[in-house]
């Protein structure tokens, strides 16, 4: 299945399943199977199995699961159901597939391409770095680009999210831990980055992380080591590559990951982005106003945002 979060006409943050061109609520659907059923109290018990956010989801674990998979066969077996509870895909306003991850953990330097062309060697164990919450952005959202940095980079990167607690977990059984899979644009100020031997102030703008379109469950995506990935600027590819070429696979960070800290629901894990950064161009090209950079990751999907100057001061919406 593919999840999204997505804003319904009261401005609603809602999770909902992508059938072909149309979002489900989810929720309302499941409400009517139960009330259809003689059930009491729909509203709170599709409230508690399906609840608006994909962190709370997750965490409702394969109850929650099988409830969304209710949801959609009930409306696809129901015509006026599904028109009650479906909207186009073009009409809805898609969020970040997780709006509030607890965690947000990115490797650096995991691409050998990209490993080259940064004068580095190959890591003995993942480059580890963090972004945070206010970094999330929407997969058609403005990347915003404030006055703080004149350095503004793209980084097209593979991204899962984890659907179960882990600790300690074993490369063998690492895939279990895992929801699905997700595209992002680690969007970075190489300015910031490089003035202290700390790389977080430069990965931590807000906005600095679009993602999307959707969650894929891994059902759809048994190897996640066999996916094209590539990025455009305003047309031009910039970066194409295949997660085999990744130093550091997902079930391999799942377990070095697990290992140093507990997992939870809903992190977000950014595997690291191939060559062909602007900093490492020569001469170097950075983003500016207007420029449109989609970033495509095969069988998960795409996402596309537009640079926008922000002025200083301007609060985000």
């Known amino acids: 299945m593919r999840f999204v979060t997505f804003l319904d006409q009261q401005q609603t943050e809602k999770i909902g399943v992508v059938i072909e061109e149309k979002v489900v609520d989810i929720n309302k659907s499941y409400q009517l199977s139960l009330e259809q059923k003689g059930v009491n109290r729909s509203q709170e018990i599709a409230d508690a199995l399906l609840p ?7 965490k409702g674990g394969e109850a929650s ?15 006026d159901v599904l028109e009650a509870v479906s909207a186009d895909l073009t009409a809805v306003s898609l969020k970040a597939p997780v709006t509030n991850p607890g965690k947000i953990l990115c490797v650096g330097l995991n691409y050998r391409d990209h490993i080259i062309e940064m004068n580095r060697e190959l890591p003995k164990f993942p480059v580890i770095f963090a972004k945070f919450a206010n970094a999330v952005n929407g997969p058609t959202a403005e990347i915003p680009l404030p006055e703080v940095t004149s350095k503004l980079d793209y980084e097209a990167e593979f991204a899962f999210v984890i659907g179960k607690q882990a600790k300690n977990v074993a490369k063998e059984n690492a895939l279990e831990y895992v929801a699905g899979y997700t595209v992002v644009n680690d969007v970075t100020a190489r300015d910031l980055q490089r003035r202290t031997l700390q790389w977080l102030q430069g990965k931590n703008l807000d906005g ?13 995506i048994p190897n996640p080591s066999t996916l094209e990935i590539s990025l455009t600027v305003n047309g031009e590819v910039r970066q194409k590559s295949n997660t085999e070429n990744l130093v550091f696979d997902v079930a391999f960070l799942v377990e070095f990951l697990s290992n140093i800290m507990t997992l939870e629901p809903g992190d ?15 001469p170097q090209v950075f983003l500016k106003e207007g420029d ?21 001061g301007a609060v985000l919406q």
């Open 268 to 282: 977000v894990i950014c595997t690291g982005t191939p060559g062909g950064v602007g900093f490492a161009m020569d």
């Open 52 to 58: 608006g956010t994909m962190v709370s989801f997750l």
């Open 208 to 220: 600095s992380l679009p993602m999307g379109p959707w969650l894929v469950t891994k059902d759809e």
């Open 292 to 312: 449109v950079v989609r970033v495509e990751v095969e069988k998960v999907g795409a996402i596309e945002n537009r640079v926008k100057e922000v002025v200083k």
């Open 65 to 79: 699961t099988e409830a969304a998979k209710d949801a959609v066969s009930f409306a696809l077996e129901n015509a």
